[in-house]
Each structure stands twice: as structure tokens, then as C-alpha cells.
């Protein structure tokens, strides 16, 4: 008896049997298909309501449009998406975009106003993990409809629900995978129980972008294949082959026979290896994203300051990016990332068990404690995770190290049900010193049932009343100077308060690719676009 097969399965196998195909005598992936290996460990959902990380960022700027998109070589300019032209009000106070004509979903819908404004909506009312942001601004459930609307088929308006930086506002919706266009339509005929479409688009998409999904599974392979009639026109790549991949050495000896065409989160060790090779280039992108170690001051060892002080001193910083962080990331200390004009100098902590003991002896921990590490099971963080380790045992503490997928990491920090982590976030995908210090300090509700789950500061419990103040002073400030100056002002603070998440480094994406991979440019803010990629044969 023979089984009909769905198409979309069918044109899956189809893309694993070419890849198949290409063995090491052909030492060529297809040349209409970009085969990227990276981790899914992180990438837990496709809905961009819930769909947080960098992993997803990348995905969702292919298989989904935003209004406004940034530069990659120079972040801060703003460049046209869906909407081909915008106005910041005179007062300050609203965004008026006009979409441009012809832009169709993959349905073949036409792109709208309304799509747009129920896709920003769609995110307060769900009031998932990336709502947060959107909160931040003043948005509620309650108010979203009627501060972001569509005055007709190609006009929408976004009033702004309280005082802020328009600026800020646009690198949201040039970042955010919360800020993609959904087709309304397509996700309403997939609700169910009044979900929005929530349990659909886990897996599921309904863009606009360059390329449409075919299938997505979990921790083996994302294919998406060439939209022809998007507005940019085709892609030049005929399909995007994503696979989960997290040995290193997989992606190296993959790479060199020409198996995969784009490579990320390779350990070190494989990228010197194969910088010298003639077949592959190294292209190393600077994210605004940083690595951490976080505390959770919901346990009361780290609400103690000292604790949270000693935990600075017991960090080995230097050693740490001489040894681990090599093509991970950079040393960096500061909340508000490298390339800034707000950014001060590093604070220069250094590893100091002697200092560490006497804070630890101070707060009633003369001979240390027992305590937990969280980290995602690969590179860098295991390493950092281990490291730390080692110099907390120093101190008298002795910490057990548990791994595991994002879900397990994150999600416990998350429901605030943790002791330390070694992370990796903060705000850094638009280009201004609000966005990360709101990320890892900003906490304006710090009970449970606020659930500002994006706000890694609130997933900490370390809330601090006057870095609140400044921070929301900053972000209406008007004079360019004062405002750098009150942006300096809150780094001092949150190093004065012994803020629960510390930077040891600012993250460096190195990406391998094949030499006849052309037109790829990393984006500093993971919404890397492959609209524009070609293979040169």
C-alpha cells in the first residue's frame, strides 16, 4: 500500500536528499541552496510574540518583513522595510508610516496597515515574553488598539503611549522579532480557543519576507524556500537550509569539504584552524549582546550586596577572555555595550579571592556556601560556567553546575527559580544605551505577578528605585550632552549598587563561510539578511 505523503514533507526529504547528494567527491553543497550550520539549542518557538534570543533573529528577518530595517555597516541609520517612508511628529509623540504598494504576504494577501498594527497589538494581547518591551514604552492590552492603528490601507500611525526617544521606538521596530508583520488573516484562520494563533505559529509562519517556511524541526533542520513575488524581488538563493549542529568539529571538516556553505558558534581551535584555509573566510561581527553572571537576589544570599560583591571579585575576567572567549567575545564590564558614545571606560575588576573572603566573612559566609551555575550545554558557556567554578571554590563556595538546553537555562531564570547563571543578553540590537540598560537593570515592578519576563534585570530581582529614575530621565532627555551624561551616571550607579548581573565580555558572532559565498553581511543586531547572498562558481 503506498502513503501519500503531505507536499510540504515531500519537498523536506526532497532538500535532505540533495544535501545527501553532495558528497565529499562533489565537495559542493547545491549551488541554489544556503546550508548554514549553527545551535537550535535556544530556538524554542517561531512566534514572534514568544520567540526570544538570537537564534531566532536571523530567521525571522528572512521569512518575515519589519517596517523599518538597520544598515549593518552603520547600525544607527534607520533604511526603509515595508514602509518606504516615516514622519516623527513635531511634538514628538507619534510615528506616521506609509506602507508601500505591492507588498504581498506568501499567501499571496496584500501587505496592509491593519496586518501591521494587529501584528504590534497581537503582542500586548498575548502579553508573552517579548511584550516586556513594548510594555516598557507604556503599551497595555487595554490601550495598544487605539495608540496603534491604521488610518487606511497604507498608513499607520504608532502614538506613543508615554514620553520617549523616538529614535529608540524605530531601532525596536528595525530589531525586534516582536516588530515583523504578521498576515493577519492566514494566523486568524489557524486560531484556536482565541489564541491568536499562538500554538500555530510555534511552528509555523504567515510573513511577507524573501523566503517562506517549509518545515521547521526542532534541533535538526529549519528549510525555507525563495518567496518569488516578495518586493525586493527574488532571492538569489533558491532556499535556505538552516541545520542544528552543535560539534564543532562537525562544522569544520563540514565547511572544508564544502558540506555546509555558512557556519556559527564554532569553538576556537576549529576557527584557527581553518583561517589559513584558502576554501573559507572568516567574518567576525561585533554584537551589542553580552556575556554574563547573573544572581538571583530572590535567594538571600545574593540580596546581600557583599555576596553580590564578592561574586564580581571572584570572576576572572581577563583569563577568561585571554583563554575562553577568543572569537566568543571581548572583555567588556560596563551594562551599556562597546562602540557607544554613552560607554565609559572599563571599571578594571579583576579576580580577588582575598577581597571575595573578607566580603563573604562580612555577611556571615566565613566558609562559603553550596549554590547552583546554570548554563547552556556549549560553547563559550560551559567554559565560563567551569571557570567560575574553580575561582568561587577559592572563596569557600562550592557550586554544582547545571546544564541544558535554553529552555532549561532561561527558563528558570525566567520564573526567577535560580541561584547564578552564565548568560547572554542584555538589550544590545538597537544601538542605543537605553536599550541594554533597560534590558539588565531597568526592573519598574519587581512582583512576581508582573512577569516582565524580557527585563533580565526583573528575572534577577535586583531593582533599584533611582537607576529606575535615571534611566527613564535619560530616555526623555533632550540636550545631547546631559543626556550622555546621565547615561554615564547610571553605569556608575549600577556598579555603586552592585547591579545582579555583572558583563565579563561583549559578544564577537565569528561566522565561517565558503569563499564562493558573496553578498553575506553579519548584522550587528543577528537580523542578518541572505535576500541579497549568491554563490560564485
Not at 221 to 244: C, N, Q, T, Y
Not at 411 to 416: F, T
Request: a positive charge; charged letters at 20%.
Amino acid at each position: 500500500m503506498k502513503i501519500a505523503l503531505p507536499r510540504r514533507r515531500l519537498l523536506a526529504l526532497a532538500a535532505c536528499a540533495s544535501l545527501l547528494a553532495a558528497a565529499p567527491a562533489r565537495a559542493a553543497t547545491p549551488p541554489d541552496q544556503l546550508v548554514i550550520g549553527f545551535s537550535m539549542n535556544n530556538l524554542l518557538s517561531l512566534d514572534p510574540a514568544n520567540a526570544t534570543g538570537l537564534d531566532v533573529a536571523e530567521i525571522a528577518a528572512n521569512i518575515y518583513d519589519a517596517l523599518v530595517v538597520l544598515d549593518p555597516q552603520n547600525p544607527q541609520q534607520v533604511q526603509p522595510g515595508l514602509a518606504e517612508r516615516w514622519q516623527i511628529a513635531p511634538d514628538g509623540r507619534s510615528l506616521r508610516f506609509t506602507l508601500r504598494q505591492g507588498a504581498k504576504f506568501h499567501s499571496g494577501q496584500p501587505v496592509t496597515a491593519e496586518d501591521a498594527a494587529w501584528s504590534l497589538q497581537r503582542v500586548l494581547k498575548l502579553n508573552l515574553a517579548l511584550a516586556t518591551t513594548w510594555k516598557s514604552y507604556g503599551y497595555t492590552r487595554d490601550n495598544v488598539e487605539k495608540l496603534i492603528r491604521a488610518e487606511d490601507p497604507q498608513t499607520l500611525v504608532i502614538e506613543f503611549a508615554e514620553p520617549t526617544d523616538p529614535r529608540m521606538v524605530l531601532y525596536t521596530l528595525a530589531t525586534s522579532v516582536s516588530a515583523v508583520v504578521l498576515d493577519r488573516k492566514t494566523v486568524l484562520a489557524n486560531e484556536k480557543a482565541g489564541d491568536l494563533g499562538a500554538a500555530w505559529l510555534i511552528n509555523h509562519a504567515a510573513g511577507s519576507g524573501p523566503f517562506k517556511l517549509d518545515e521547521w524541526r526542532a534541533k535538526e533542520v529549519l528549510l525555507a524556500s525563495r518567496f518569488d513575488e516578495h518586493w525586493r524581488g527574488p532571492a538569489k538563493m533558491r532556499r535556505i537550509v538552516w541545520r542544528h549542529m552543535t560539534e564543532s568539529q562537525s562544522m569544520r571538516l563540514m565547511l572544508d569539504r564544502g558540506d555546509l556553505d555558512v557556519a556559527t558558534g564554532m569553538a576556537p581551535p576549529d576557527i584557527e584552524a581553518l583561517k589559513s584555509n584558502p576554501k573559507v573566510q572568516v567574518q567576525a561581527v561585533q554584537r551589542g549582546t553580552l556575556y554574563y553572571v547573573a544572581a538571583s537576589t530572590k535567594d538571600p544570599r545574593f540580596a546581600d550586596r557583599r555576596v553580590r560583591l564578592a561574586l564580581r571579585h571572584l570572576i576572572d575576567y581577563e583569563g577568561l577572555n585571554r583563554t575562553v572567549m577568543p572569537h566568543y567575545g571581548v572583555l567588556h564590564q560596563r551594562p551599556v555595550p562597546i562602540g557607544l558614545a554613552a560607554t565609559l571606560p572599563g571599571p578594571g575588576y579583576r579576580l580577588d579571592v582575598a577581597q571575595a573572603r573578607k566580603l563573604l566573612a562580612e555577611a556571615g559566609y566565613p566558609q562559603g556556601f553550596k549554590t547552583t551555575i546554570r548554563a547552556v550545554g556549549e560553547p563559550p558557556f560551559t567554559h565560563i560556567a567551569t571557570n567560575l567554578q574553580a575561582t568561587l571554590a577559592q572563596a569557600g563556595i562550592e557550586a554544582s553546575i547545571v546544564t541544558g538546553t535554553g529552555n532549561l537555562v532561561y527558563g528558570a531564570m525566567r520564573d526567577r527559580k535560580f541561584e547564578i547563571i552564565v548568560g547572554r543578553g542584555g538589550g544590545g540590537m538597537e544601538p542605543h544605551p537605553h536599550s541594554s540598560l533597560r534590558s539588565l537593570a531597568y526592573n519598574p515592578d519587581n512582583s512576581d505577578a508582573a512577569k516582565l519576563t524580557n527585563f533580565q534585570g526583573w528575572r534577577t530581582g535586583f531593582q533599584s528605585t533611582a537607576l529606575n529614575e535615571l534611566i527613564d530621565g535619560a530616555l526623555l532627555e533632550k540636550n545631547e550632552a546631559r543626556q550622555l551624561k546621565m547615561y554615564q551616571d547610571a553605569q556608575r550607579l549600577y556598579e555603586q549598587e552592585v547591579a545582579a548581573i555583572q558583563p565579563i565580555s561583549q559578544m564577537v558572532e565569528t561566522v565561517l563561510l565558503r569563499s564562493d559565498v558573496k553578498g553575506y553581511v553579519g548584522h550587528p543586531s543577528a537580523t542578518t539578511r541572505l535576500h541579497g547572498v549568491s554563490k560564485q562558481r
